[in-house]
């Protein structure tokens, strides 16, 4: 399932290819993914174009050139892929955009996933995004805003951040790797945290995040264009390598639970103090 670096990569390439092209037409066959009917996307978005495409945690942000917002959460295993129109059948999908270009925005749901228009003026309100905490990364993310938001919280540290009413975009595939580099057990108390850990944990979130978007995201995951992020296997420190020796110490990973998800930790530069 993308995570913030690749909703960042899916941002970057709207705006390098779909920045201003008139919608010509959309296509819905699956209603349980969006909203609106085809009518009324139709009606609220026909020869409309985006303004300028931003991530916010999971989900890639649209400003619309009449002042509404596209809204897209892609879910586990979704494919989304800019394909010429006349392949657009080739692969069955549950939601199309068609642009006046002659492309297509073709989206191929295996979970879930939301296709999502709201008026620009009414996303404050808007149930699936009003919730988030702020975008975990980029130049608002300071240590300053990262101390204020742990500033009087409880609980286990690694069930913080991936809440995302806490902080916005961080999940499942990076979240032992972070925790690795700050040095930091999965349980640890928000209240213990010193000063310097808070920082380390910051920098760990940042320098990971802008590694795996300087590398077009996870290998996992495919962009756009049909071709897979550069973050690959040789790029995980912890994460998902239980045996595997720790690059730090060479100690063997282990896999732990961690309530209801699994965590890997390296049990000699991540202790429980
Ligand atoms: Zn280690």
Redesign the pocket.
């Known amino acids: 399932m993308p995570e913030l670096p690749e909703i960042e990569v899916l941002c970057k390439s709207i705006n390098r290819s779909l920045k201003g092209i008139p919608v010509e037409g959309i296509i819905v066959k699956q209603p349980k993914c969006t909203n609106l009917t085809q009518r009324e996307w139709n009606r609220l978005l026909r020869e409309a174009s985006i303004l300028k495409s931003y991530p916010h945690g999971k989900w890639a942000i649209n400003l619309t050139d009449n002042e509404h917002l596209l809204l897209l959460n892609l879910g586990m295993g979704c494919s989304l892929l800019l394909v010429p129109q006349e392949k657009l059948e080739e692969k069955k999908y549950q939601f199309a955009f068609l642009f006046e270009n002659g492309k297509a925005l073709r989206f191929s749901f295996w979970w879930f996933g939301n296709v999502h228009l709201v008026r620009e003026r009414k996303f404050k309100e808007y149930a699936l995004t009003s919730k988030l905490g702020p975008h975990a990364y980029g130049r608002d993310f300071t240590v300053k805003r990262f101390k204020s938001l742990l500033q009087g919280r409880k609980g286990a540290i690694k069930q913080f951040l991936l809440n995302q009413k806490n902080i916005a975009g961080i999940g499942n595939a990076y979240i032992h790797d972070i925790l690795?580099l700050a040095k930091l057990h999965p349980f640890r108390a928000i209240p213990t945290l010193r000063e310097r850990e808070i920082e380390a944990l910051h920098k760990a979130i940042v320098d990971i995040f802008s590694k795996s978007i300087k590398l077009g995201g996870a290998f996992w995951e495919y962009n756009i264009y049909g071709r897979k992020g550069r973050y690959d296997a040789g790029c995980l420190l912890?994460g998902y390598r239980e045996g595997k020796p720790?690059?730090?110490?060479?100690?063997s990973v282990e896999k732990i639970k961690t309530g209801s998800t699994t965590g890997f930790i390296?049990?000699?530069?991540?202790k429980l103090k």
């Open positions: 690795f912890i720790c690059p730090a110490c060479a100690t390296c049990p000699r530069c991540q």
